[in-house]
């Protein structure tokens, strides 16, 4: 029954050549039509296809086990995992340097994980502790006191960030080599020097400046005066850390910008390297359809199996056309790097069973007609309910998940709601 009613989805569809989807890369809603995609189907060249071979390669390791591996293999891995890096020269100096970077990864602690930050993260850091970095995760705890919706409640924000350690203990994030950081701890050690350090941010920042930080955002939407202070302490958190590499997410992109100018301005030392790892569009088409409490939009860590089906069902994925369409983006950044390969199980009379080892292979099957939405859709939604059993089993059998879940549940559902933009009618597990 689920394999027909892909097949009726798939059928709908028809190919419109100049749309794409727009991402929502922040909390602030915040969009971009990622320029990136455009590698995903153009491969006229042998030497785009040979950079793509060797990112393919990179990816295909989920393991959190620390290798031994010249600068060329380091400075590739690294770059295999950023988005967006600042300037490569920089980050190619330091591992000269440095055979053991320090590495801070950002987040933002969250009721409802978003797949990118539970999966695609974990790849990140597993292969960051692969490439022989100090990994150290900074639960950013502290901007809790500025957000209304769970009233500046820090213990709160401790909460969701356990549970969504738990997370990433289920998804096999190599956390025994990794060190977790709160920011509340860390400023609270070090106020001394990381509030001097926020104020004259501030103080060499125009409003104007920090406006921009908040790129699209709706300009009905109340700006408040923690709104304007906010990237300031952004940026002194990244500054104020003894930190070699950051891996950010785009919403933390802007702050980074923001801590390079400062730097430039007031002669400042040791700019800030960073990466920013990839945030996956959103499923859905229309820019109408963004609002973030649509659940539709993206696959959750929490989401069980029907959810992921469903949400893959309604995914935007029209046939023939690469460009935009999420689908071939969450089976490049998640599927593939995590099991090396995608399989797509077909009726004979459709073309029969095949493993497609490679986005080339793929686009190429794809763009020609050969692989249908309604196939590759039912393989996705299986791989990905694959890849999150393991999450669901976790929470199910693990006293410390359990607990975890329990934590979430005791806080005020309509206020988590808010906070994640999600609809409060939903719940963990």
């Known amino acids: 029954m689920l394999a027909r009613a892909f097949a ?16 929502s890369t922040s909390p602030r809603r915040r969009s971009h039509l990622p320029p990136q995609l455009r590698h995903l189907y153009n491969y006229n060249t042998p030497a785009q296809r040979d950079i793509f071979s060797v990112e393919q390669q990179l990816l295909q390791s989920n393991s959190g086990n620390s290798v031994e591996g010249s600068f060329d293999q380091r400075f590739a891995i690294l770059k295999s995992i950023g988005e967006d890096c600042v300037n490569d020269g920089e980050l190619e100096l330091l591992l000269k340097k440095k055979s053991a970077p320090i590495c801070y990864v950002w987040f933002d602690p969250s009721p409802w994980m978003h797949i990118s930050e539970g999966i695609i993260k974990t790849l990140c850091v597993n ?21 209304y919706n769970i009233g500046g409640n820090l213990n709160k924000m401790q909460t969701i960030g356990l549970y ?8 096999g ?24 350090l926020a104020m004259d941010v501030s103080r060499n920042t125009t409003v104007r400046r920090i406006k921009r930080c908040y790129g699209s955002r709706d300009p009905f939407e109340e700006f408040t005066a923690a709104d304007t202070f906010y990237p300031s302490l952004q940026c002194a958190t990244i500054l104020f850390q003894k930190v070699d590499i950051w891996l950010l997410g785009m919403a933390q992109h802007e702050a980074n910008l923001l801590a390079r100018e400062y730097c430039k301005r007031v002669k400042r030392g040791n700019k800030p390297i960073a990466v920013s790892h990839k945030i996956l569009p ?15 939009l993206a696959i959750y860590m929490e989401d069980n199996e029907i959810d992921v089906s469903r949400k893959i069902i309604h995914a935007f994925c029209p046939p023939k056309l690469v460009e935009g369409n999420p689908c071939l983006e969450y089976i490049k950044y998640i599927v593939l790097p995590w099991y090396g390969k995608f399989e797509v199980v077909r009726k004979k009379e459709d073309g029969g069973d095949k493993m497609f080892l490679s986005m080339e292979e793929l686009t190429t099957d794809y763009v020609s007609g050969a692989l249908q939405p309604s196939d590759m859709k039912l393989a996705l939604a299986k791989s990905l309910n694959k890849i999150l059993q393991p999450v669901r089993d976790h929470f199910r059998s693990n006293a410390e998940a359990k607990n975890a879940v329990e934590g979430i549940k005791g806080q005020d559902l309509e206020v988590m709601a808010r906070l994640s933009g999600e609809q409060g009618t939903r719940g963990p597990f």
């Open 8 to 23: 009726l989805v798939g059928k709908v569809w028809k190919r419109t050549p100049n749309m794409s989807v727009q991402a």
């Open 127 to 147: 292969k960051m502790v692969k490439s022989g970095c100090k990994v150290k995760i900074l639960m950013t705890d502290w901007f809790a006191r500025m957000n």
């Open 164 to 171: 969504n350690i738990e997370m990433w203990k289920a998804a």
């Open 173 to 196: 994030m190599a956390l025994d080599k990794v060190e977790l950081v709160w920011l509340s701890d860390e400023i609270n050690r070090h106020a001394d020097e990381y509030w001097p």
């Open 282 to 296: 959103n499923l859905l088409l229309y820019p109408e359809e963004e609002h973030r409490r649509n659940p539709f």
